[in-house]
């Protein structure tokens, strides 16, 4: 029996790990929920799996909850500070990060300083302070098992393989809802377009991080942290009908890829039960379904992004957790239509140039930069100066 904590119940991630988890009840055992806003949700799966706490970061429906539970034996906290209880609770062997954005990195810290181990749906965590946590993890003889499904291909293919064998991953990407757009066409894209993903259903935020291609920049980055590798080992092939989920080439030329359908299950199904696999009744592909496969170079012009999270990972220090805090206020600014979707990447490579770059950051810079940044950038969005 595994005990598991999840941050961010109620989104996609959380969702999907909770369906595994009913589905496996003599194999594991959820301590902790938290979410943030949602509610009902997080009352109903509290009801159904009966943890030892849950924790609603919006504090405004901590009374909801709180109420909703009071016959139970469940603890209610509210705030983002609580997460870090949830993440340290007691008993708990396993913390699913599937919070969205960097405030999962507190949380994450915690966990690792607590010897939980982390399996990983929390790309934000590493891109802002991939050296601190990938060293602290170290520190305490911690486990990061990723969970996205791009990592977790890479993870699954170095399994059994001699360490520092690696001489190039291909991170694949769908391209996203506009491949082979340009760059007027992307001009006078809505929000409601670049939330229809062509192959995978993801909350909001990452959905338009795919549509700008700024998720696979924060792939790359995070796969740097996970698997040593300097920014010249990491490739990104289009491939659209996203059943290669990532590749990894040898020094000796040989080449492995791990393949399914595209659905977060399997990573998720696999994280949890990591070392071990054990069976599912997922959907399973089949050749015959898919019989081309196809494979393009990323357009780095009309989708800077990429670009650009790829000029931070070489720049180092704080850069990442530039464009990341950038990218974050961005997002939320043109789903709120305060912003076209080329503008955008306007914003982040101006708070790149911005914002005070530290070349050997303490955690206390990375929280320093995180709040600077999406300052400047709420401040470019409002007076469209960029």
């Known amino acids: 029996m595994k005990n598991i904590s999840i941050l961010g119940s109620t989104g996609s991630v959380g969702t999907q790990a909770l369906n595994v988890i009913a589905a496996n009840p003599d194999l594991y055992r959820i301590l902790a929920l938290t979410a943030h806003a949602n509610a009902n949700l997080l009352i109903e799966q509290a009801l159904k799996f009966k943890p030892s706490m849950v924790v609603v970061t919006d504090e405004s429906k901590y009374q909801t909850v709180k109420d909703a539970l009071a016959g139970t034996d469940i603890k209610v906290l509210a705030g983002e500070a609580a997460l870090c209880e949830a993440a340290v609770l007691e008993g708990v062997d396993l913390v699913l990060t599937a919070i969205v954005g960097s405030v999962g990195l507190r949380p994450t810290i915690a966990a690792i300083k607590a010897k939980k181990d982390i399996a990983l749906a929390n790309k934000e965590t590493l891109v802002v302070a991939g050296d601190l946590i990938t060293e602290l993890a170290k520190e305490n003889g911690v486990k990061i098992i990723p969970v996205d499904s791009e990592h977790s291909a890479i993870f699954q293919c170095l399994v059994g393989e001699a360490g520092h064998s690696i001489e190039k991953i291909y991170l694949t990407a769908s391209g996203g809802p506009f491949r082979g757009k340009d760059i007027s066409f992307l001009k006078g894209v809505t929000k409601a377009e670049a939330l229809k993903h062509p192959n995978w259903v993801m909350g909001a935020k990452i959905t338009i991080d795919s549509a700008s291609l700024m998720n696979k920049g924060l792939e790359v980055i995070e796969a740097k942290w996970l698997f040593d590798l300097e920014a010249d080992q990491i490739d990104v092939i289009v491939h659209p009908q996203s059943i290669i989920h990532s590749l990894v080439q040898f020094h000796d030329g040989s080449m492995k890829a791990q393949m399914g359908v595209p659905d977060m299950n399997l990573p998720i199904h696999y994280a949890l039960a990591y070392p071990d696999r054990i ?46 805090a950038a990218n974050e206020v961005v997002v939320e600014a043109f789903l709120q239509d305060k912003i076209g979707f080329i503008e955008m990447s306007d914003v982040i490579e101006a708070c790149m140039e911005g914002i005070e770059f530290v070349e050997k950051p303490s955690l206390n810079n990375y929280l320093e930069t995180d709040s600077h940044t999406r300052i400047f950038a709420s401040q470019l969005v409002t007076k469209k100066n960029f």
């Open 279 to 324: 069976s599912s009744d997922f959907k399973r592909f089949n050749f015959v379904d898919y019989p081309e496969l196809n494979f393009f170079k990323p357009d780095l012009k009309t989708f800077r992004n990429l670009d650009l999270a790829y000029t931070a990972l070489r720049k180092g220090g704080n850069m990442a957790c530039i464009i990341n």
